[in-house]
Nanobody, 116 residues
Framework: QVQLVESGGGLVQAGGSLRLSCGAS????????MGWYRQALGKQRELVAD??????KYADSVKGRFTISRGNAKNTVNLQMNSLEPEDTAVYYC???????????WGKGTLVTVSS
């Protein structure tokens, strides 16, 4: 069974930085794409960043502040978040997409809280 586990969330002051990490277990092949969504209280889930063989893409609201990268270990992804703003407060979900299994897998989420 494929599992994605996020880490690195927490409480930070505005202007600070956090680094989220996500690792997968239970899979032997590589995902085609990995990334992060977030959901703030009372809002819809939105794409934050995605990385694939094509390249990277970011939500307009995080461009220049967040950087997504693949980890050194297989099927891991990181999200470096700098210059955090209170509006970045949300639960951040890692996802991984596989064309082989035609499935998108999700982590349980990690809470990021940015205080003003």
């Amino acid at each position: 069974q494929v599992q994605l586990v996020e880490s690195g969330g927490g409480l930070v002051q505005a202007g600070g930085s956090l680094r989220l990490s996500c690792g997968a277990s239970g899979i032997i092949f590589s995902f085609n794409a990995m990334g992060w969504y977030r959901q703030a209280l009372g809002k819809q889930r939105e794409l934050v960043a995605d990385i694939s063989a094509v390249g990277t893409k970011y939500a307009d609201s995080v461009k220049g502040r967040f950087t997504i990268s693949r980890g050194n270990a297989k099927n891991t992804v990181n999200l470096q978040m700098n210059s955090l703003e209170p509006e970045d407060t949300a639960v951040y979900y890692c996802y991984a997409a596989s064309q082989r299994t035609e499935t998108t897998y999700w982590g349980k989420g990690t809470l990021v809280t940015v205080s003003s």
